[in-house]
């Protein structure tokens, strides 16, 4: 079983950045994949940005440009770099994790969520 924490969510001002971390830990074999989702207040979750084991990309059309994700493999940890963050933005951030070598759109693992709320 793998576990999912992430961490660096908080307040922060319009225009303003954050980090989010998300550590995996436990029976890890290999991530493959890495992604975020976000779900606001009334919302269904969405998603936010997936990396894959090559470092290729994916971003939500309302994110690109803003924010970036990333991972460590050797440290089994994903990323996502948020800048120039909007009120929209406001959401729980979820990291989600998969360890297949043949990704079929669903991830193995979820964390717990972090709160990111941006002020006007």
């Known amino acids: 079983q793998v576990h999912l924490v992430e961490s660096g969510g908080g307040l922060v001002q319009t225009g303003g950045s954050l980090r989010l971390s998300c550590a995996a830990s436990?029976?890890?074999?290999?991530?493959?994949?890495w992604g975020w989702y976000r779900q606001a207040p009334g919302n269904q979750r969405e998603h936010v940005a997936t990396i894959m084991s090559g470092g290729s990309t994916n971003y939500a059309d309302s994110v690109k440009g803003r924010f970036t994700i990333s991972r460590d493999t050797p440290n089994n940890t994903g990323y996502l770099q948020m800048n120039s963050l909007k009120p929209e933005d406001t959401a729980v951030y979820y990291c989600a994790a998969f360890e297949g070598s043949v990704w079929y759109g669903r991830y193995d693992y979820w964390g717990q969520g972090t709160q990111v709320t941006v002020s006007s």
């Open positions: 436990g029976s890890i074999r290999e991530i493959t994949v």
